[in-house]
């Protein structure tokens, strides 16, 4: 059975940091490479983070672009994303994605002071 299980969302004041994570189960994850996106409540959904199967490259779009950090271990079956510099407007619930696969339930990160 797919699974993905996220942790480490929570409050955080503007130019704080924190950590996500997503442990993956039920199929071959370093088959795959891993999106985290964000969706705040009434906007799209956006992609911050893409890593490639053997973790060998990165990208990210120009909002987060040197703030985020995407990683993984494949060993673990796990990503990680570290987000430092936050902005209220990071605000959002953030979910990690395997195209094709599936994708998790969301952790909610705020950023507020």
């Known amino acids: 059975q797919v699974q993905f299980l996220e942790s480490g969302g929570g409050l955080v004041q503007p130019g704080g940091s924190l950590g996500l994570s997503c442990v993956a189960l039920?199929?071959?994850?370093?088959?795959?490479?891993m999106n985290w996106y964000r969706q705040a409540p009434g906007k799209e959904r956006e992609l911050v983070a893409t890593?490639?199967?053997?973790?060998?490259?990165?990208v990210y779009p120009a909002s987060v672009h040197g703030r985020f950090t995407v990683s993984r271990d494949n060993v673990k079956n796990t990503s990680y994303l570290q987000m430092r510099n936050l902005k209220p407007e990071d605000t959002a619930k953030y979910y990690c994605?395997?195209?094709?696969?599936?994708r998790g339930q969301g952790t909610q990160v705020t950023v507020s002071s």
């Open positions: 039920g199929f071959t994850f370093s088959d795959y490479a």
């Open positions: 994605d395997v195209p094709q696969i599936g």
């Open positions: 890593i490639t199967r053997a973790g060998d490259n990165t």
